[in-house]
């Protein structure tokens, strides 16, 4: 991150220089009655710059069963929400588990703490 001479000494630009990442909303397809098949819709294609997985995120995670593996820095979306996943350019499908806006950066951002998924689904 560099700072631009036309910007105020508190915002830092953000750059999201790692790739395209897919947010997509996971959804029942199943009839009533049947067992649930749930499948991912695409929601919105993201650029994305891959954060630092710190020590406290990765404690707390894993106080509460959770294993993060990733944290990824977007533009802010408001549609994009925890109960989402995220597809990577690697092909791989995460849980979003938690979305965090950034403070002090321009454009505004947020950053989305990706856990495994263990489950397979069939992306629409």
């Known amino acids: 991150m560099r700072r631009k001479?036309?910007?105020?000494d508190n915002e830092?630009?953000?750059?999201?220089?790692?790739?395209l990442l897919t947010v997509c909303?996971?959804?029942n397809e199943a009839s009533p009655g049947d067992f649930p098949a749930e499948r991912l819709m695409k929601k919105v294609f993201l650029r994305y710059e891959e954060r630092r997985l710190?020590?406290?995120?990765?404690?707390l995670a894993r106080q509460s069963n959770v294993e993060?593996?990733?944290v990824v820095r977007t533009p802010?979306?408001?549609?994009?929400?925890?109960q989402d996943a995220a597809i990577l350019p690697?092909?791989?499908a995460y849980r979003i588990d938690a979305v965090q806006l950034a403070v002090g950066v321009y454009p505004p951002s947020m950053?989305?703490?990706?856990?495994?998924?263990?489950a397979r689904y069939e992306v629409v």
């Open 5 to 8: 001479p036309t910007r105020p």
């Open 68 to 70: 993060i593996v990733r």
């Open 54 to 59: 710190g020590l406290n995120r990765l404690y």
């Open 76 to 82: 802010y979306r408001p549609e994009v929400s925890p």
């Open 111 to 118: 950053d989305l703490s990706l856990a495994k998924m263990e």
């Open 12 to 19: 830092i630009s953000q750059t999201y220089n790692s790739g």
């Open 25 to 27: 909303d996971v959804s």
């Open 90 to 92: 690697d092909g791989r």
